[in-house]
């Protein structure tokens, strides 16, 4: 009797260490699919869902389409099957990648788990039922989307921190740490800040090293500490806070906004003031042209607008360099972002018959 | 781990090329030196030269062609279509193999 054979065991190939090539030929394979700006026209001209659909079935977001809409033809399926396809879009990008590129995207991509950990906290502070946050989710980062129902399933913000303890999340340590205080003071900043400031504190650590693509990838995290900041100190302008009092809501890790210019910025009296100490900064273009909105609007939000499409652009503009780096990999997955962020705009908007002149304003950098 | 051996087992090869071309070489041409006398340093160097010359072009024809090799497969998997751009692609390295044995060639016969 010949000895039995031993168990084939198929290896998915994963470029191993700094091997960028076949990674990102692959991106470049997938960033050739996003969608162009004449599409978005064809979909904005659309009559009503089904027409949208007919349209977007073709695209790669088909087959997830195809899935959702045998639950039915709406705005809601429609939206799961974009969200679907961004979370497969993103693991498969996630699975492709080498060893150094998996530890740089992992870290950036924490920013969404943050995002999921606030969006269920700030829920559990306003008592919302899971159902009712369930849509915000988008389940990109290292928390699954069973992860994240299963926290929003919680029933307070001391049942998702043990949880979260549980499972050895790193948000945990934070959320604990600022628990007894928050209980007392029923104070929500004091877990967004922790959460904040823990997240970009373990990011910039994962981050640290020589090689350019540490360098760019460590870029872009400053940046997106820079645009907190900096919109943080805008919202702060009419506190009137005292310095100390201010320093609080400061984030480390940002390249252009220190401490300092962070406490300078939020005592000032006026947006003007704000523009003219950084406008000789990288901020300074989308802080001018907001400005202008702001006199219109006269919403803070337009600044929150501006600085996202700055961070957007900044992404995008990583992939402009080292055609082997991590670059292509974060301006693809912002790419991807935006555009499933654009189609969900458009998505409601047609189910709900807003002008298109409208929906063209809310659209994130075309 | 493979890719250890694999890298050991084609620069072993390589290498061996390179010195044992020459030797076989030098003893043909110490044949051939009882009629002509010719300083048998010189004859070692230009065909170590020679050896050197297609070795070094190997090497680097195969270092380009696993670069191009890796990116033209993640662009397949993508790209179904490219494919025929893809094998011009892998073929363009040769070229370095092909300039490296003529000079290799050049040398010998100088």
New interface residues.
């Given amino acids: 009797m010949s000895p039995a054979r031993p168990a084939v065991k198929v290896v998915k190939y994963r470029p191993a260490g700094r091997d960028y090539g076949y990674q990102n030929a692959r991106i470049r394979g997938m960033r050739s699919r996003l969608l162009r700006q004449s599409f978005f026209d064809e979909l904005l001209a659309a009559k009503d869902i089904g027409a949208m659909i007919q349209k977007m079935i073709e695209t790669e977001y088909g087959p997830q389409l195809e899935d959702r809409i045998l639950h039915g033809r709406t705005a809601t399926q429609v939206d799961e099957a974009l969200k679907d396809n961004m979370q497969s879009t993103f693991r498969k990008v996630l699975s492709h990648c080498n060893n150094e590129a998996t530890t740089l995207v992992t870290t950036l991509l924490g920013r969404w788990d943050l995002f999921n950990v606030k969006t269920i906290v700030r829920a559990k502070h306003m008592k919302l039922e899971a159902e009712e946050l369930l849509d915000s989710l988008i389940a990109v980062g290292q928390l699954s989307q069973i992860d994240n129902e299963e926290l929003a399933r919680q029933g307070d913000i001391r049942g998702l921190v043990d949880t979260l303890s549980t499972w050895g999340l790193p948000f945990a340590v934070p959320l604990r740490a600022v628990l007894p205080e928050y209980e007392e003071s029923d104070d929500l900043s004091l877990l967004e800040l922790a959460l904040d400031r823990y997240y970009y504190e373990w990011a910039a650590k994962r981050l640290k090293g020589w090689r350019e693509n540490h360098r760019i990838a460590r870029r872009f995290l400053a940046a997106q500490v820079d645009t907190m900041n900096l919109l943080t100190s805008i919202r702060l302008l009419n506190a009137d806070l005292a310095p100390e009092e201010a320093a609080r809501f400061f984030l480390p890790g940002g390249d252009v906004v220190d401490e300092a210019l962070f406490l300078e910025l939020s005592v000032m009296s006026d947006v003007d003031e704000v523009f003219r100490r950084v406008k000789k900064t990288q901020y300074g273009k989308p802080l001018d042209e907001a400005a202008l909105l702001y006199m219109e609007k006269g919403s803070v939000s337009v600044f929150e607008r501006a600085l996202e499409d700055f961070l957007f652009r900044q992404a995008f503009g990583t992939g402009k360099g080292d055609p082997l780096g991590i670059g292509l990999t974060i301006s693809y997955l912002w790419a991807k972002a935006n555009e499933v962020t654009n189609l969900r705009i458009v998505v409601k908007g047609v189910s709900v018959g807003m002008p298109e002149e409208r929906m063209r304003e809310e659209l994130i950098v075309v | 781990m493979i890719?250890n051996k694999l890298a050991k087992v084609v620069f072993g090869s390589t290498f061996l090329t390179a010195m044992v071309v020459p030797a076989i070489a030098l003893a043909q041409e110490g044949e051939a030196a009882a009629e002509v006398a010719v300083d048998p340093a010189v004859g070692v160097a230009k065909y170590a030269a020679a050896g050197a010359a297609i070795c070094v072009a190997a090497l680097s024809a195969a270092y380009a062609q696993s670069?191009?090799g890796?990116?033209?497969?993640?662009?397949l998997?993508?790209?179904p279509e490219a494919g025929t751009t893809l094998i011009v692609l892998m073929a363009l390295p040769e070229v370095i193999v092909l300039l490296g044995f003529v000079i290799a060639f050049m040398i010998g016969t100088a």
Wanted: glycine share 16%; proline share 0%.
């Fill in positions: 890719k670069r191009i890796a990116a033209g497969a993640g662009t998997a993508e790209r």
